[in-house]
T-cell receptor, first 113, second 116 residues
Framework: GENVEQHPSTLSVQEGDSAVIKCTYSDSASNYFPWYKQELGKRPQLIIDIRSNVGEKKDQRIAVTLNKTAKHFSLHITETQPEDSAVYFCAVMTTDSWGKLQFGAGTQVVVTP | GAVVSQHPSRVICKSGTSVKIECRSLDFQATTMFWYRQFPKKSLMLMATSNEGSKATYEQGVEKDKFLINHASLTLSTLTVTSAHPEDSSFYIC????????????FGPGTRLLVL
């Protein structure tokens, strides 16, 4: 089955700096890679996603890059703000388990003013 | 659009009782819904996949007789925790896939269950 590893588990950044979170996966049949932001006690919110036919996607301060050969994808947050503080989860979907997401362990991001 | 609700948001029950959690897609039809369990400071663990009009598919290690799932309509799935025990205390979250809407999962706000 799919194995998703996420690093780092915690990330502390100064306001205005960039944050990068990386996930690796094992199944080469994986084709959909979303990133979710979850605040304490709240639902996960989709912040960006990428499909296997694209190498990079950007939405304002958030970007995701995908390296299919190396089987890893990364979340980039630029110009971080205190409201970016949350837990971020990567997830992976494979073609033979359409609809089912395998989540990474999560990264606690703390943005200090 | 794509709003998913859960009810109740919090529930406290005595050991041995059953608890039903509802997951509704408010403004779209969802042929498939998923139920997750999340422990404090941990990731989401998929429990089962719920398809409208058919039996749910459970992940390995999840007791189907313990966690009963019903998906009677395109907008409602229910999870019943039967004979709940303190170890069932957790945050339960559902998600839904839009009919003909691609892979994006829309999550409910979660239900915090505390079994005394």
């Amino acid at each position: 089955g799919e194995n998703v590893e996420q690093h780092p588990s915690t990330l502390s950044v100064q306001e205005g700096d960039s944050a990068v979170i990386k996930c690796t996966y094992s199944d080469s049949a994986s084709n959909y890679f979303p990133w979710y932001k979850q605040e304490l006690g709240k639902r996960p919110q989709l912040i960006i996603d990428i499909r296997s036919n694209v190498g990079e996607k950007k939405d304002q301060r958030i970007a995701v890059t995908l390296n299919k050969t190396a089987k890893h994808f990364s979340l980039h947050i630029t110009e971080t703000q205190p409201e970016d503080s949350a837990v971020y989860f990567c997830a992976v979907m494979t073609t033979d388990s359409w609809g089912k997401l395998q989540f990474g362990a999560g990264t606690q991001v703390v943005v200090t003013p | 659009g794509a709003v998913v609700s859960q009810h109740p948001s919090r529930v406290i029950c005595k050991s041995g009782t059953s608890v039903k959690i509802e997951c509704r897609s408010l403004d779209f039809q969802a042929t498939t819904m998923f139920w997750y369990r999340q422990f404090p400071k941990k990731s989401l663990m998929l429990m089962a996949t719920s398809n409208e009009g058919s039996k749910a598919t459970y992940e390995q290690g999840v007791e189907k007789d313990k966690f009963l799932i019903n998906h009677a309509s395109l907008t409602l799935s229910t999870l019943t925790v039967t004979s709940a025990h303190p170890e069932d205390s957790s945050f339960y979250i559902c998600s839904a896939l839009r009919l003909a809407g691609g892979e994006t999962q829309y999550f409910g706000p979660g239900t915090r269950l505390l079994v005394l």
